[in-house]
């Protein structure tokens, strides 16, 4: 199988990503937040890339079953409901809720492949899940790194390193330079994630703020075991193989 990588949203659009599968990484912190809120409960999750329109989407959803999320700088946007940290998507916050979520890197780089093949949203606290469906695929695969500002970001690479790398252990795969870049960031940092994190630009960025344990809780590998999957406009929880067998039978006996 095939498997490509671009660090930055930059330069890649709609067009570029229309009928591709794809695994859109944000580690820091929007693919985080979202795999989060979507374990807690959270209905769906509509990737708005930016706050105008965010804020119409939500004022023609019902009050009770909406919220607004996300961040500008790392922090919650003035007359947000939530901001970007997945600490604040507990259970009893998103249960059942529809989330409007706008962030600076994020939530665009979900928005561009809103005509995807297949859309899926990964980091390191669901990489197994990513890596076992891309092998349940097969084919071609494209991961699309958030990265920051429209610049690389070594979390994102490295992320995408990680789940290349975890594929290779069972298929061959063919990748490019920036996939074959992202394996060796891999392997240099795979020892402490955390530790990377830390270092890395955002990383440092968000604790100065006071995301100390955002850190922690992005760099929990395999903690939230769930693979958010695009329809094009909002991410859902794959169903699993029980919920889907449960509506095919209702199927046969409507
Ligand atoms: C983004 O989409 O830019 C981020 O998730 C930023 C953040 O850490 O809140």
Known sequence: MKIEVFFSPAGVDELNMRGRNVVIIDVLRASTTICTALRNGAREIIPVPDIENATK??????????????????????????????????????HNKTIIFTTTNGAGAMYKCRYAALALVGTFVNVSSIVKMIKEVGGTWTILCSGRQGAF???????????????????????????????????NYKRSILGMLKKAEHGKYLASIGFDEDLKFCAEVDSVPVIPVSDGVALRLKPSPAELREKSSKQISD
């Open 57 to 94: 989407i939500s004022a023609n959803l019902s009050s009770d079953s909406r919220l607004l999320g996300g961040e500008r700088q790392g922090k919650r946007i003035d007359g947000f409901d939530l901001g970007n940290s997945p600490l604040e998507y507990t259970p009893e916050r998103v």
């Open 153 to 187: 970001s070594v979390e994102d690479a490295t992320c995408a390193g990680m789940i290349i790398s975890s594929v290779q252990q069972t298929i061959d795969v063919e990748t490019d330079d920036a996939g074959m870049t992202a394996v060796i960031l891999y392997r």
